[in-house]
Structures are given as structure tokens and as C-alpha cells.
């Protein structure tokens, strides 16, 4: 597959560098390697162990067929769909695999093998890995500067951490969602690089929001200088679910490049586009997708996807961060920036002197499925993931119906302004009588958006209907029941944590009472007892148990 190169060069962006990232130079060492593939070369400089003396002749793995997975509902889900999932397919029917081979040396050259992967290597990728990334990153998501770069990392989380030191000084101040992934901003918070939150509403990071932020700025006010670098998880959004649109993505870009704003694009969920929920009762699976492997059907799924900031991105001011932890495996720690190509090289000085380069046997066997499954075998696979992760969202929201009364408005402000909401109170037993706790019924205890992507439901608690509720007492009331649901043997997320406003410092949560909920690990007969547990614990908590 050729590579496309779309639009002109970056343009110069060597101001949004640190000092930090600045003062990196060449490791001694690692700058010797240039020279190790020159053809006849006789090192003897680098103390690189011989591989004759590594204990690994070779690797061998079953990896599944790319098309293992449906690419619609079996069946349609119901309260009794999970017995189908646990006693039908997914026992009946013997997993199908093909088996693939790792040598310590090659057969042929240029293959995949264990001499080279398990050795010293720059902080870059195996040559056979960026061959498969590079036309893939062109195909999928289509740069729109032509000089962009492919580096390699364990992942995105390292991939955050070392985009923002190289890109922040101590004292800045990072742009993000007022709802954030909280681990991204604890790898920052300890070099005195602080959130700086911007509001959110159904389609993620607000647009007139983020103008009036930046065109306001005040640096003495805010005692920092306005912000040049943004965080934003656009796809599957983490904690919200929500999926940011062309639109958009558009604006937020365009007011990026007015104020010289860096984008890192953290996208984990990209391949987890899930589409709408639809209740059970109204759902229509219609044709069946065709399961063929070829171009024709890999350009038309990645037509269904959103575009990512890098298709609009004509100057070079997105640092994209993908990782397999959600396509292949999280314990690979494997993953890669799409970015221009100054700031790959300073990201690659600092890997260089810090892990130097992923593991080798995670490298080698990513490599080797994706080379034998090749790229119309991996957007297979990804479509197949795709709908293992609707069924999964969806039977969750299904169980959630069965255990309570949801009530379907439109919100018009906060969050989830221009979504539908589910708002939920108990379901009243016919055989209640007419007391006056009857109006209890229709008070709403929860309420959430089903995700158009990624792997969680992110609940808002009523806590202002509680009977005992007084203003201030939100987070009390928020862990008290989160954790009386963990005492009954049920974890959620604490929606705290992923406060962006309360990770800065001095700062306070004005929204508490939240939930972050998983759909993408628990089994099926697990989930419905999850929500099983939750339904009482929650009309408990409530003091409806009587309804």
C-alpha cells in the first residue's frame, strides 16, 4: 500500500518547546546506531550482548482469525441474552486460529525476528512496524501536512507524559475537558503544569467556551501565561462517552491555530465508534455487513468513522497519540504519535534516555499479527471489535431498563446539552397502594447518555433528591453510596477523580455525583448482576425499597 502525502510542510513550531526538551541532546551512545546497518560495518563499539546467547530460539503464537468476530448482533439482547453468552457461541464454537512462527534469525530478509527485536534498539519502532503503520496512518486518518512522522511509544500514557514535558514549561497551564481522564493530568500536576478546564457539552469541548477562554486571558489574574498546549480525548470521550463531530472539530482546530495552540490528540477509543443506542424493542440489525476482506469494504469503514484533528490539521499543530491497548492487548505497551517532524525528534531524545524503546518480544508479536494479518485483516479485526463493544453497551443499557423507569427528555444546557437523556427513578410495583410516599416514584435518582463510543457509562447521581439532601453535601453523599455499592461487592469509578477543575490546585468540584461505569470486561451474567445490585443499593440509599 503506497503512502499519501497530502497538503504543504509544517510550519515552524520550535517555540512551543520546552527548556527542558531544548536541552536534550543526542544520547552518545544512541547516536552511534546510525551507523550499526551500514552494510559491512564491524562494531565494536556498543555493548550489545550477542544473540547467539539470548534463551529464545523462537516464538510461536495461535493468533485469531481477523475475522473471528461478527460484524452484527447475533442475536438481539435481552434480559436472558446473557445465557445465549455464556452457554451458546462463545462455547460452542472453537475459537479459530492460525499459527505464526518468531526465528531468532531470519529466513528471509527482512522478516520478523528475535536477533533484532530483542536487541538494543533507537527509540523508534522495528523497521517491519513503521512499514505497517506509516500506509495505515494515511489510509485512516489522513494527515493533512505532508512531512508528518510516526515515533513509538509503551502506550498513551506515556505518550501524554512525554508530549507535555516536552512541550510545557513548570508554571503553564495545559487546556482540557472540564471532564478528564485524571491520570493524564497526575503525570503533569507534580512538574507545576495545571488543568486549565474548558466547559463541555454533548459533543465534547465547547467551541465558544474555549474562544472566550483564550481571547480573555488574563496572566496576572490566572498567574500563568495563557495556554499554548491542549489535552482533548475527542473520540469515546473519557469520562463522558461523547464523540466530537467534523463541525468541531473544525472550529476547535481553526481557534487553535488563532491562538497558537498545540492539539494532543489522545485516541484511544477511535475504533470504538458504537453509533447510537437504540432500545431493544426498536432495534433493527438490517443486512448483514459483508465479512470479506478487501479494500472496498476496509475504505468503507473507515468512512463511518469521524475524521481525526490530524485530516484538518494543515500546519503540523497535532501531536496524535493511537496505542493497541484497546485494539490488541494493554499489556504490549505499544503504542505511537502521528506528529511533524521536530517535535518527533525531540520526543525520540527523550525515549532514548528513559526506556529507550518498547519491549521487544510485545514489538515482535504485534508486529508479526499485523504483517500476517495484513491491513485489510486488521480493519477486519477492528470491525469486529466494534460490534462486540455495541453488544456489550447495549445489553448493559438494556439491563439498566429492566431494573428501573427511564425517562427519555432532551437536555438543553451543561454536559449533556443536545443529547438525550435517561433520566431513571424506581419502578412502582402494580401492587402499590395510593400512599404518600407515591410521588417518590417519579423522582429521578440517575441519570446518563449512552456512549456513541469507548467502554464507559458516565451516570449523574440526583443527589438533590435525596431525602435528607442539604446543599454542600454532594460529595458526602456521593461516597457513601459508592461506598455502599463497593460493600455489596460492586466497584464503580468515583466521578471525582476525572474533575479537572479539581485537580487544580485550591480548586473545588462544583458538580459532584457521578459514576463512571465499565461495560467492556465483566461477563455478561456479571453485568446484569452488577446492575441487579445496584438497582437495590440504590433505592436503598434513596429510601424508595418500599415502592
Not at 463541525?247 to 491562538?259: E, F, L, M, S
Not at 503504542?335 to 520526543?347: H, Q, S
Request: proline share 6%; net charge neutral.
Amino acid at each position: 500500500m503506497s503512502i499519501e502525502k497530502h497538503g504543504t510542510k509544517s510550519i515552524d513550531l520550535s517555540h512551543h518547546l520546552s527548556e527542558l526538551s531544548k536541552a536534550r541532546a543526542v544520547s552518545p551512545l544512541k547516536g552511534l546506531m546510525k551507523y550499526f546497518a551500514q552494510p559491512g560495518i564491524l562494531s565494536l563499539a556498543g555493548g550489545l550482548p550477542s544473540p547467539a546467547y539470548f534463551p529464545v530460539s523462537d516464538i510461536s503464537a495461535n493468533v485469531l482469525v481477523p475475522e473471528s468476530f461478527a460484524l452484527s448482533p447475533t442475536e438481539s439482547s435481552t434480559s436472558l441474552s446473557w445465557l445465549w453468552k455464556l452457554f451458546g457461541s462463545h462455547n460452542a464454537t472453537k475459537e479459530k486460529t492460525q499459527a505464526v512462527t518468531i526465528p531468532k534469525y531470519p529466513a528471509v530478509k527482512g522478516d520478523v525476528n528475535l536477533a533484532t527485536s530483542l536487541q538494543y534498539a533507537p527509540a523508534v519502532a522495528l523497521a517491519q512496524l513503521q512499514d505497517f503503520l506509516k500506509p495505515f496512518i494515511s489510509e485512516v486518518y489522513r494527515p493533512a501536512f505532508k512531512d508528518w512522522t510516526v515515533l513509538i511509544d509503551t502506550g498513551n500514557t506515556d505518550g501524554w507524559s512525554r508530549a507535555v514535558t516536552t512541550l510545557c514549561n513548570p508554571g503553564e497551564g495545559v487546556l482540557c475537558e472540564e471532564w478528564t481522564y485524571p491520570s493524564a493530568m497526575a503525570s503533569m500536576i507534580p512538574f507545576n503544569i495545571k488543568p486549565v478546564p474548558v466547559a463541555m457539552d454533548g459533543l465534547g469541548m465547547k467551541s465558544d467556551d474555549l474562544e472566550n477562554l483564550l481571547s480573555q486571558w488574563d496572566p496576572v489574574s490566572r498567574q500563568m501565561p495563557r495556554p499554548h498546549v491542549m489535552y482533548i480525548v475527542p473520540v469515546g470521550q473519557n469520562p463522558s462517552g461523547s464523540t466530537m463531530s467534523v463541525a468541531r472539530k473544525k472550529q476547535i482546530y481553526d481557534i487553535c491555530v488563532k491562538y497558537d495552540v498545540i492539539i494532543v490528540e489522545d485516541d484511544p477509543y477511535y475504533f470504538l465508534q458504537l453509533g447510537t443506542y437504540t432500545s431493544k424493542d426498536d432495534r433493527s440489525h438490517g443486512a448483514k455487513p459483508s465479512g470479506i476482506l478487501s479494500a472496498d469494504e476496509s475504505k468503507r469503514f473507515i468512512s463511518t468513522l469521524t475524521p481525526s484533528f490530524l485530516c484538518f490539521d494543515y500546519q503540523g499543530r497535532v501531536v496524535r497519540l493511537d496505542t493497541f491497548s484497546k485494539t490488541i492487548a494493554p499489556g504490549s505497551r505499544l503504542g505511537w504519535f502521528t506528529c511533524n517532524p521536530l517535535f518527533a525528534e525531540r520526543l525520540e531524545r527523550q525515549g532514548e534516555t528513559s526506556f529507550q524503546a518498547p519491549c521487544g518480544f510485545g514489538q515482535a508479536i504485534i508486529t508479526k499479527i499485523l504483517t500476517h494479518w495484513t491491513y485489510d485483516g486488521y480493519i477486519r479485526w477492528l470491525r469486529g471489535l466494534r460490534t462486540e463493544y455495541q453488544q456489550r453497551r447495549d445489553f448493559f443499557i438494556d439491563c439498566l431498563a429492566e431494573e428501573f423507569h427511564l425517562h427519555v427528555v432532551p437536555a438543553a444546557a451543561g454536559v449533556w446539552e443536545g443529547c438525550i437523556v435517561y433520566q431513571a427513578s424506581s419502578k412502582v410495583k402494580k401492587s402499590t397502594r395510593m400512599t404518600e410516599k407515591y410521588s417518590a416514584r417519579n423522582r429521578t435518582m440517575f441519570s446518563f447518555v449512552p456512549p456513541v463510543a469507548g467502554m464507559f457509562v458516565w451516570m449523574r447521581l440526583h443527589l438533590d433528591q435525596h431525602p435528607s439532601f442539604a446543599p454542600g453535601d454532594e460529595d458526602t453523599l456521593e461516597t457513601k453510596l459508592w461506598t455502599k455499592l463497593a460493600e455489596n461487592g460492586v466497584l464503580f469509578g468515583p466521578g471525582w477523580v476525572f474533575a479537572a477543575n479539581a485537580m487544580a490546585e485550591g480548586s473545588h468540584n462544583n458538580d459532584s455525583g457521578h459514576f463512571r461505569i465499565s461495560f467492556s470486561n465483566a461477563e455478561f451474567a456479571d453485568l446484569k448482576k452488577a446492575v441487579t445490585i445496584f438497582g437495590r443499593v440504590i433505592r436503598e440509599f434513596f429510601q424508595e425499597e418500599d415502592l
